[in-house]
């Protein structure tokens, strides 16, 4: 009870309006940038553009960090950076889904772009949604913690034995079958457009059904992510702004790393592993163990390390 009870405390803490303004505002001007300047015309993207953008994306998180820790105080930031971290490791995962998903509906790279854009924008708003049901939860019910330990350390068990269908086929999927029993839907890529107009009748383009099933696995991996961070901080600023850096850069993340997340073949273990630790820590203060907030960012940190140089030192099948 105890524990509880200090979590509580932390989460009386709560951010300036100015804060939030601050942080809508560099958000704003990020999504502008990226629709109306950078991509404005549907092009493939470059390997030195992906990779300035990925790192470009990854220096505003962190100076936004460094934000934190001058009005909140280092301990709020290193929470921030945890959850950064954990955040962007698992939209590692992510990226192998979206892969199989653009794949099997055979969009060409230079219109994923549109896709993604609009699947990171839909998922600003839903994180928000799910994130804010989720503090209500704590709030109102402390121990739904110790349920979120649980949800997190049985799905790192089953994330460490479950093996991915690469030739899965979305077109064979129940989704699928279910939106074109109610919608007109073609399998023909018709430029950028979500939706098509032919005989008088509306069509529902390839695009448009990647972007549901992206938006849709986008709120099924949400419940790994959410319960994660909510039992690093119940800081609902460093919750939300930490979830949203990590899926700002998911698309520049994605145009890099696509092609070579399959070769990462310690990264899935490593992320199961994250997920048992920080589903067991809730629990480590009953047998007397202790785990400050710089702690949990380095051995998140050194988990993912050891889980990408392991990769990297596999002897490859030849």
Same mark, same amino acid.
């Given at each position: 009870m @105890? ?8 989460h009386?803490i709560?951010?300036?309006p ?20 950078f991509?404005?015309?549907?092009e493939?993207?470059?390997l030195s553009?992906t ?15 460094i934000?934190v820790?001058?009005?909140?105080g ?8 945890t959850?950064?971290?954990? @955040? ?11 892969s ?13 772009h ?14 928000g ?8 939860l ?6 739904i ?12 068990i ?6 991915e ?5 979305i077109?064979e ?6 939106i ?10 018709r430029? @950028? ?21 992206i ?18 901080t ?16 998911l ?14 073949a ?6 199961s592993?994250?997920?048992?630790f920080?589903g ?6 009953y ?6 907030s710089v702690?949990?960012?380095?051995i ?10 392991a990769?990297l ?6």
């Open positions: @105890e524990f509880l009870q200090h979590l509580s405390e932390n009386t709560l951010s300036a100015w804060m939030w303004t601050i942080f809508g505002i560099i958000v704003l001007v990020l999504l502008y940038l990226d629709l109306f300047v991509h404005r015309h549907a493939e993207p470059k553009g990779l300035a953008a990925c790192i470009f994306y990854i220096a505003i998180a962190l100076i936004f960090g934000f820790i001058y009005e909140r280092w301990e709020t930031g290193v929470l921030y950076y959850g950064f971290l954990v @955040e962007k490791s698992l939209s590692l995962d992510n990226i192998f889904v979206i199989v998903i653009f794949t099997s509906l055979k969009i060409e790279r230079k219109y994923q549109r896709v993604l854009f609009w699947g990171i924008l839909g998922a600003i708003v839903m994180r949604i799910l994130i804010g049901v989720g503090d209500v704590v709030v109102n019910f402390h121990w913690l110790y349920l979120f330990s649980a949800f997190l350390i049985y799905t790192g089953k994330m460490s034995f479950h093996k269908d690469e030739n899965s086929d077109q999927s129940k989704m699928y079958k279910i074109s029993k109610y919608f007109h839907v073609t399998k023909e890529i430029g @950028e457009h979500f939706f098509v107009k032919e005989n008088g009748k509306h069509y529902i383009t390839p695009l448009f059904f990647a972007l549901l099933i938006e849709t696995m986008d709120v099924i991996f949400a419940f790994d992510s959410i319960p994660a961070i909510f039992l690093i119940q800081d609902v600023f460093v919750v939300y702004t930490s979830n949203i850096f990590a899926i700002l850069g698309r520049a993340l994605y145009f890099l790393l696509a092609a070579a997340v399959n070769s990462f310690y990264l899935k273990p490593a992320l592993v994250i997920l048992i920080i067991s820590k809730i629990f480590l203060p047998i007397g163990i202790t785990i400050s702690q949990s960012l380095s998140t940190f050194s988990i993912i390390g050891i889980g990408i140089i990769s030192l596999k002897p490859k099948r030849l």
